[in-house]
């Protein structure tokens, strides 16, 4: 190998050398910034973990306050399955404020769950209601009152003229209310939960918190007290509080006084419905007796009124004649027209007296005479129909009987004993007196025969026995 060949080799060689070196020097510049990366990376980790740290108590104790109030939770939040009672108590609600439901709809979105994961469900609703402004608020109250969370998001009112409160006594405004609450959906039991340490050491801690976290979930109401003689504000905000008629009463007045005669007026149309799907006979006859009990009281109440001059408010007056007067007129002359056409039957009758006989053997004899009261007054229309008279003085009998009996059997007297010996009268000690046949007891009571355990007196003409 010449020199040049030499220096040649020798010259590839450095340069391999310088290359690897090179090459090496590279790669560990390469590990050497991982390693810084990893570094850094580690260091963020556990400058996280730390913060964790730090927050891992405060985390605890509100965990561990939520889970000692989720039971108070799923009371004011309804489940899937209780959402359902919630729309019944609504329509209840309704009922009791007397606002009419015109619509119902939900509005809620169903796909919020999936968005949030949470354990709290948005649910919404909406109705539309018609009604004045006074069982708008007696609805409203019942929501507030609800034993579960209820909030109105938003309501719109479109007013009634005022011209409907003259001519119908009543101003209905159409409300459109918007209803919401929170369905409680808890996590599935595949999530489980997480163990705390020392938790009853830790919950025990936390009493006063979580005590005061409960109170706050507690429902605070307001307790709603009507119209009160409040005027309509969204129809009639003119009307005096006081009328300038001596005679008449305040408005507040009137409209209370109008208000109970409606629900008289009510009541009278439940027994006239309940007497037409009545079961039994008597039962049919024990409501129409209330009903024309009833209607005979509304009757001389609402001549007082208008002879008296108490009621002078027009729409007062426009529900007098509306919603009294005339149903008043539809129930009697329907009354009437069922007398007239049927009067008691020989059915009704014969089950009248066979009830009267078992109340009788029974030994109820004012439930025997209440059966009675219920249809004595129709027998009068019984007078040209020999055979169901002769029903009629059968029940007669058998009221005569009845009160004889009861008026007896409050007589109140103690028996002694008795002495029976063959050939001489029989003698009985009552009250501590010595008492024999034909001696008088009491007023109208006469001993009558005396036998062991039992005696027989004269009671009012019928002959009655008391065993002692």
């Given at each position: 190998m010449n020199d040049k060949q030499f220096w040649s080799v020798f010259g590839g060689l450095t340069a391999a050398l310088a290359g690897l070196f090179g090459y090496l020097i590279y790669s560990e510049h390469q590990s050497v910034d991982a390693a810084e990366a990893e570094v850094a990376s580690l260091r963020d980790r556990i400058s996280n973990s730390r913060a964790i740290v730090r927050k891992t108590p405060e985390v605890e104790q509100e965990v561990i306050i939520l889970r000692e109030i989720s039971d108070r939770i799923r009371e004011i939040l309804p489940d899937t399955k209780d959402l359902n009672n919630v729309i019944r108590d609504f329509q209840e609600y309704m009922q009791e404020a007397e606002v009419t439901s015109q619509g119902f709809k939900p509005t809620s979105n169903s796909s919020?769950?999936?968005?949030?994961?949470?354990?709290?469900?948005?649910?919404?609703?909406?109705?539309?209601?018609?009604?004045?402004?006074?069982?708008?608020?007696?609805?409203?109250?019942?929501?507030?009152t609800h034993s579960r969370f209820m909030a109105v998001s938003k309501f719109d009112i479109r007013a009634a003229n005022r011209r409907a409160l003259l001519d119908e006594g009543l101003a209905s405004h159409r409300i459109v209310l918007d209803v919401e609450t929170y369905k409680y959906v808890?996590?599935?039991?595949?999530?489980?939960?997480?163990?705390?340490?020392?938790?009853?050491?830790?919950r025990d801690l936390l009493s006063g918190?979580?005590?005061?976290?409960?109170?706050?979930?507690?429902?605070?109401?307001?307790?709603?007290?009507?119209?009160?003689?409040?005027?309509?504000?969204?129809?009639?905000?003119?009307?005096?509080?006081?009328?300038?008629?001596?005679?008449a009463w305040t408005v507040q007045r009137q409209q209370e006084e109008v208000d109970e005669l409606v629900a008289r007026v009510e009541e009278a149309q439940g027994y006239w419905a309940a007497s037409n799907v009545a079961k039994s006979v008597l039962e049919r006859m024990v409501q129409r007796s209330e009903l024309e009990k009833l209607i005979l009281r509304l009757g001389e109440d609402l001549r007082r009124i208008e002879d008296e001059g108490h009621v002078t408010y027009r729409p007062a007056q426009t529900r007098i004649d509306t919603l009294v007067a005339d149903p008043l007129d539809?129930?009697?002359?329907?009354?009437?027209?069922?007398?007239?056409?049927?009067?008691?039957?020989?059915?009704?009758?014969?089950?009248?007296?066979?009830?009267?006989?078992?109340?009788?053997?029974?030994?109820?004899?004012?439930?025997?005479?209440?059966?009675?009261d219920a249809i004595e007054d129709s027998l009068a229309l019984l007078l040209d129909d020999p055979e169901r008279e002769e029903l009629a003085d059968w029940l007669r009998l058998l009221c005569?009987?009845?009160t004889i009996l009861r008026d007896f059997s409050a007589i109140d007297f103690k028996v002694g004993g008795v002495a029976i010996i063959e050939?001489?009268?029989?003698?009985?000690?009552?009250?501590?007196?010595?008492?024999?046949v034909?001696?008088?007891?009491?007023?109208?009571?006469?001993?009558h025969s005396v036998r062991p355990n039992e005696v027989d007196f004269i009671f009012r003409g019928a002959i009655v026995t008391r065993e002692f």
């Open positions: 919020s769950r999936q968005r949030t994961r949470s354990a709290f469900e948005r649910v919404s609703y909406q109705w539309e209601l018609v009604g004045n402004t006074f069982q708008f608020l007696e609805f409203l109250n019942r929501i507030e808890p996590p599935s039991a595949k999530e489980g939960e997480v163990e705390i340490r020392s938790y009853e050491r830790k918190e979580i005590g005061l976290r409960r109170q706050a979930l507690s429902l605070q109401t307001y307790r709603y007290q009507g119209a009160r003689g409040r005027r309509d504000p969204l129809i009639d905000p003119r009307v005096p509080a006081r009328v300038d008629d001596p005679n539809v129930l009697r002359l329907a009354l009437d027209k069922s007398k007239a056409i049927e009067g008691p039957s020989i059915t009704a009758l014969q089950s009248v007296g066979d009830t009267m006989v078992g109340y009788i053997e029974a030994l109820e004899y004012e439930q025997a005479l209440d059966s009675f005569e009987e009845a050939g001489l009268q029989p003698v009985i000690i009552i009250d501590g007196k010595r008492r024999t034909g001696d008088l007891v009491a007023e109208e009571l006469v001993v």
